[in-house]
């Protein structure tokens, strides 16, 4: 056993979704990822249940975990009641705790990812907004999106939803003491250290 | 009830679904993507339906798209859920409804994982004390938004203008589904029908006049994958698996595909446009999209909304095939104008697969 070890079999979701595995191969038959990468939810399943310290340590500093799409399909059709997305989610988690996240390029994504969606939360009170979701990252909106880009105000309002509006409605404005209760949320739960803690070691290893 | 044979297996797979007074909480990628949907939904569950459902304007993201990107850790993610049933219990509601289906699979998740370990759920108390002075009590029922229609399904048919027919031949339309994966796969128990008979969707189909037509990849993720889809490089990923959908669904010549999915309806209509581009196949016939419809766009349609008020001037591949079949009038000069008929300036229209 190891620090890794432990606090891996400390997460729930091992817990929920690590059972024994009877290597049957139903979760890579199912599995998207599987199919379109060099991945094999199987594989990380028995990889995680050698509960070696240095075999975990090498998954964790892998391009390989960050392959899984969380589509949970997985989790549907093993006859054993593992969830390898389950895993991966651990897997992942201790990953970025840990710094290993730094060692593949996928991971390194990581910084991307929390400015944008920790950013749209923390400012809006949304995952994903209109006022940040520009054309350019997405070409893959067509032209429709990008219509909808440039004139967001006029279709959102065409359609009925109330962009920025006062009250209730579809993308109102998130109140004050709203963002501030979901900023206290993240001081007292590990998101505001989580996030600081990727800033930092980005910074420390030049990675914008 | 007594059942026996296949009416008990099906009892086995139906869910309890109260049918009045529900507290509503949207979701983040369907009111960026299908803004009319969200806003229509409740126009037909209140307007149309009579039915209570109630949203409050404090309700925020569940934070699940975050979560699910390793953004935010897991307590969180659940503590956010506690603040959202805060809403709920201080609004006097116990019955609770998402629009959302990854913030559904995350609730389930949630609930499941405090009845398994209430250590997890004091946990999720004491965060929300201490960051917010807030308490709540656990849904007594939590359906998703879809869940609802289904419900409802017979009494939208009985009061439908439009049936999902030919409305030249009196056929019924050809319907394939895509249910979202965190609705059916996680905790198949929750979701009408499970993974195994998926019948959220196809039972609405059917009770508005349409046919349900089953494919091989019916169960097969739509590709969003989240941080797969959020980094750009990584789209690929979203756009293969779109493709095997889109593969195979076309022989069987679907009229349009109905989803209960916010992010699923999305890519389902702009991967058309991309492999359009790429491939220069297209999937209703030579340049020619199918159709993609969320659940409330259908219902809508059935119920005689305007396709423009329906927000169907937002999707990528064009409606009109769909709407010239099922006889549902509308005005082509009216569909890229803007808020009070204000016109704006109109998109381009590609034309390898048709837009409008
Ligand atoms: S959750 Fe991950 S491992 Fe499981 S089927 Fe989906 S992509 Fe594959
Ligand atoms: S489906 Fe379950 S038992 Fe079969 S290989 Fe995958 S994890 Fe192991």
């Not at chain 1, 895993?87 to 390029?105: D, P």
């Not at chain 1, 990581?110 to 949304?126: D, E």
């Not at chain 2, 656990?138 to 049936?163: C, N, Q, W």
């Not at chain 2, 508005?208 to 037509?213: Q, T, V």
Request: charged share 25%.
């Amino acid at each position: 056993m190891g620090v890794l070890v432990d606090t891996l079999k400390a997460d729930i979701r091992i817990e929920e979704g690590l059972k024994a595995c009877i290597n049957c191969g139903s979760c890579v038959a199912t599995c998207p990822a599987a199919e379109f990468y060099s991945y094999s939810p199987k594989n990380i399943v028995n990889l995680v249940s050698s509960w070696d310290e240095d075999t975990i340590k090498e998954l964790l500093c892998s391009e390989t975990i960050w392959y899984c799409g969380e589509c949970m399909s997985c989790m549907t059709r093993c006859p054993r009641g593992n969830a390898p997305g389950m895993v991966i989610m651990a897997l992942r988690s201790l990953s970025i705790k840990e710094g290993y996240f730094l060692k593949s390029e996928r991971g390194r994504q990581q910084l991307r990812l929390q400015r944008a969606l920790c950013g749209n939360i923390l400012n809006y009170g949304y995952c994903v907004y209109p006022r940040t979701y520009h054309y350019e990252e997405h070409p893959e909106s067509g032209s429709i999106g990008k219509w909808v880009n440039e004139n967001a105000d006029e279709v959102f309002g065409r359609v009925g939803a109330n962009l920025d509006g006062s009250g209730t409605g579809v993308l109102r404005k998130i109140s004050d003491k709203a963002l501030a209760e979901l900023k206290s949320i993240f001081d007292a739960t590990g998101a505001t250290e989580q996030m600081e803690r990727v800033e930092q070691l980005c910074r420390e290893n030049g990675i914008e | 009830m007594k059942f026996s044979g296949i009416q008990k297996i099906w009892s086995e797979w139906e869910k309890e679904i109260p049918d009045d007074h529900w507290f509503y909480v949207r979701s983040c990628i369907r009111q960026n993507f299908f803004p009319a949907s969200e806003r229509r939904y409740l126009d037909i569950v209140r307007g149309n339906l009579g039915r209570d459902i109630f949203e409050h304007p404090e309700h925020t993201t569940c934070g699940g798209i975050a979560y699910h990107n390793e953004c935010i850790p897991q307590l969180t993610q659940m503590t956010i859920v506690g603040r959202q049933f805060s809403i709920m219990t201080e609004s006097g509601y116990s019955n609770y409804v998402c629009s959302c289906v990854t913030s559904f699979g995350l609730y389930c998740e949630a609930l499941n994982t405090w009845k398994e370990h209430p250590e997890i759920e004091a946990m999720v108390r004491e965060k929300l004390w201490e960051s917010c002075h807030r308490e709540f009590e656990i849904p007594k029922s939590l359906v998703h938004a879809s869940d609802l229609i289904y419900h409802l399904r017979h009494e939208i048919g009985a009061k439908a203008v439009h049936k999902l027919t030919n409305a030249n031949t009196g056929e019924p339309l050809r319907v394939v589904d895509h249910v979202g994966c965190h609705y059916a796969k996680m905790f198949p128990t929750k979701g009408v029908g499970g993974a195994e008979y998926p019948h959220v969707l196809s039972g609405m189909v059917e009770a508005w006049g349409g046919e349900s037509i089953d494919y091989p990849e019916r169960r097969h993720c739509c590709g969003y994958g989240f941080r797969q889809y959020h980094i750009k490089e990584n789209r690929g990923y979203c756009v293969s698996n779109t493709h095997k959908k889109l593969e195979s669904m076309e022989p069987y010549h679907p009229d349009f595909i109905i989803t209960n999915c916010p992010g699923c309806a999305y890519f389902l209509d702009r991967w058309q446009y991309v492999i359009a581009h790429q491939t220069r196949h297209t999937y209703g016939g030579p340049g020619q999209g199918i159709p993609v419809l969320t659940f409330e766009e259908a219902a809508g349609l059935v119920l005689g909304y305007d396709p423009w008020d329906l927000g169907l001037q937002m999707h990528q591949v064009a409606v009109e095939p769909l709407l010239d079949k099922m006889g549902v009038p509308y005005d082509p000069a009216k569909k890229y104008l803007g808020t009070n008929g204000k016109a704006i300036p109109r998109p381009e229209l590609p034309s390898i697969i048709r837009c409008c």
